[in-house]
């Protein structure tokens, strides 16, 4: 699996607030992301401890996502940005379903500064840094189905007067197309 690239395509739903941090107004948006991996490593880089019968056993993949939100409830109406992720793939000999961990920070666009009854979002400009774990479902050797669920947190770090953020759950489904090994060792 080391040096594949992955193309991956998910949608889904964010729901604010979470129970986590400030009380802010609801906050629920719709989310696509186009995420590009690499993947850095084979499941067996880790020696005699990554072997067939370590539940840990798997590999790291780097993805830079491009996200797109509409916000359908509360104030603002879209997001867009970047983010930076992190991903452990924890891969098992024959498994046909692969679970995996994520983290990672970006950022976004929005107009929800202008709606100024609202204390959670005061910038443009906006950080996310966000936690999910997933499964992926292998469908053949190059095509996944996926399902995960999400944290993410929105603020801009105390650059504006209002910034008490917003703590969303949800969930996301796509699919992973994984290229062939584009070059040999």
């Given at each position: ?44 880089a880790w020696g005699p401890q ?90 053949d050797k190059n095509w996944t ?11 801009n770090a105390n650059t504006s ?25």
């Open positions: 699996m080391e040096d594949r690239i992955t193309l991956e395509f998910m949608t889904g739903a964010m729901f604010s607030p979470s129970g986590i941090g400030p009380v802010v107004p609801v906050y629920n948006y719709q989310q696509n992301n186009v995420r590009l991996g690499w993947i850095l490593d084979s499941p067996d990554a072997g067939i019968n370590d539940p840990l056993r798997g590999s790291f993949e780097a993805i830079l996502e491009a996200t797109g939100s509409y916000v359908w409830y509360s104030f603002g109406t879209y997001m867009v940005g970047a983010t930076a992720l992190i991903r452990y793939n924890f891969v098992q000999p024959d498994w046909i379903v692969v679970p995996y961990i994520q983290g990672g920070a970006g950022v976004i666009y929005t107009n929800a500064r202008n709606w100024s009854d609202q204390d959670a979002i005061g910038a443009n400009v906006e950080f996310t840094p966000q936690f999910a774990g997933g499964l992926r479902f292998l469908l189905f996926n399902i995960e669920g999400a944290f993410q947190h929105i603020s007067a209002r910034n008490q953020g917003v703590n969303a759950y949800g969930g996301f489904v796509g699919f992973t197309y994984v290229f062939d090994k584009i070059w040999n060792d």
